[in-house]
């Protein structure tokens, strides 16, 4: 069964804080992304990654970085948690040769940033 | 900025209706068309994609896309109270590209 797993489902840090959200994908898929999900905003991607250590900025890259080691791990980065990156997190991940282009998603971590 | 645009309702319609869910894209390049669906607390699932002009059925489900127009809409035929959740348009933009835009999605309430 296909399947997308993230490291939290709830994480609660304090302004200036490191964070990292970890996400693994056990499909052997190519591609992997980071969303943020706000209300009103609808999901926005933050970065993807279409291959190991390969990465690209998505539409709102600021305040993020990323880091894709091995092809199953795909990991966000705030380097220094801002209130206004309280958010749910959403990874996903695809595979170049499913002709349906699906994105599978993991259930997200919901991020509080105090 | 590519957009995708759809009414973020709530678009509330009677057990065993249909439900018309609409959704407008700015990129006439665009070459993908998804419909996903997301219940309250999860994460989205896929339930239609559609690549060439005119209908797709599948169960009750039935993806309509006109690209001259720029526009995909989901009809949802016999709706069912389970059907409630909120519905992501998502597009696909060229061909060689990784990237999705989403829609910011129609909440759809099925009343019993």
């Known amino acids: 069964d296909v399947k997308v797993t993230q490291s939290s489902r709830y994480l609660v840090k304090r302004t200036g804080e490191k964070v990292f959200l970890e996400c693994v994908q056990d499909m052997d898929h190519e591609n992997m992304f980071w969303y943020r999900q706000d209300p009103g905003l609808g999901l926005r991607l933050i970065y993807f990654?279409?291959?190991?250590?390969?990465?690209e900025k998505g539409d709102i890259p600021e305040g993020y970085s990323v880091s894709r080691e091995k092809k199953e791990r795909f990991s966000l980065i705030l380097e220094s948690a801002s209130t206004n990156q309280t958010s749910m997190y959403l990874c996903?991940?695809?595979?170049?040769?499913?002709?349906?282009?699906?994105?599978?998603f993991g259930p997200g971590t919901r991020l509080t940033v105090l | 900025q590519k957009e995708v645009e759809q009414n973020s309702g709530p678009l509330s319609v009677p057990e065993g209706a249909i439900a018309s869910l609409n959704c407008t894209y700015s990129d006439r390049g665009s070459q993908s068309f998804f419909w996903y669906r997301q219940y309250s607390g999860k994460s989205p699932e896929l339930i239609m994609f559609i690549y060439s002009n005119g209908d797709k059925e599948d169960g009750r489900f039935t993806a309509q896309l006109n690209k001259a127009s720029q526009y995909v809409s989901l009809l949802i035929r016999d709706s069912q109270p389970s059907d409630s959740a909120t519905y992501l348009c998502a597009v696909k933009l060229v061909a060689g590209t990784y990237k999705y835009i989403f829609g910011t999605g129609t909440r759809l309430k099925v009343l019993a």
């Open positions: 990654s279409y291959d190991v250590k390969m990465k």
């Open positions: 996903a991940s695809s595979s170049e040769g499913d002709r349906r282009n699906e994105q599978f």
